[in-house]
């Protein structure tokens, strides 16, 4: 008898072996197992989808965003169905940008239909944008997470495919991470000691969590 689960994830998305080894079992009266090589997973399953995403990201000297334009080209493998539209979504979301462009296509390509895994779509898009941000902040020799609050969604903000925020706490998260003892105060005067120490942050929580986490495959 099955239970409810929670958020799919990916695993609990699609079947593949599931349905074989139910008739097997029903037929045989015996509990029935069954495996993949790694072979036929990647033949027979949906894997991730491979990405092209391009970002232009514009801000003023004060470091306040003013713009931002999206491209994102998702593999959808033999048939349609890519999550390029949650990467659209998501690509701008955590920022309030006041003029948003954005571009999504789902790309067939000969290859098995991609599936979910851990956010699907968001995880390629958010990469993309966090780069451009960092390397916005590192022009602008502004502290990437003063960047973060200035720009951050907060209530009210409108999301570039219609949704207008009720509290999202965005702010308070980035204020949070601020408080961290890992997160030093600029040396030499300049704010990318910062910035170091932010990314160090990022790592080090990067190490504690990657056994749990799945990876995301990104095309060049």
Do not use: W
């Amino acid at each position: 008898m099955p239970t409810e689960i929670g958020g799919g994830f990916g695993g609990k998305i699609r079947v593949y072996l599931e349905p074989v080894a139910v008739l097997l079992s029903r037929k045989s009266g015996r509990p029935v197992k069954v495996l993949m090589n790694r072979a036929d997973v990647f033949e027979a399953t949906g894997p991730t989808p491979g990405s092209f995403i391009r970002v232009k990201m514009a801000a003023d000297k004060s470091g306040r965003l003013t713009a931002a334009q999206a491209y994102l080209a998702y593999e959808a493998g033999a048939y349609p169905g890519s999550p390029v539209g949650a990467g659209a979504m998501c690509v701008f979301a955590c920022y309030d940008i006041p003029h948003v462009v954005v571009d999504g296509y789902d790309i067939v390509v000969n290859k098995p239909a991609t599936s979910a895994y851990r956010a699907p779509g968001a995880t390629n898009a958010a990469f993309a944008v966090e780069t451009v941000v960092d390397e916005l902040c590192e022009k602008l020799k502004i502290d990437p997470l003063d960047f973060r609050v200035k720009n951050g969604a907060r209530e009210g903000t409108r999301r570039a495919d219609g949704p207008v925020y009720p509290r999202v706490g965005m702010i308070e998260t980035v204020e949070a991470a601020r408080q961290h003892p890992h997160y030093q105060a600029p040396l030499g005067g300049a704010n990318r000691g910062r910035g170091v120490a932010f990314r160090l942050l990022v790592q080090h929580r990067s190490e504690v969590e990657a056994p749990r986490r799945a990876s995301t495959r990104m095309a060049p």
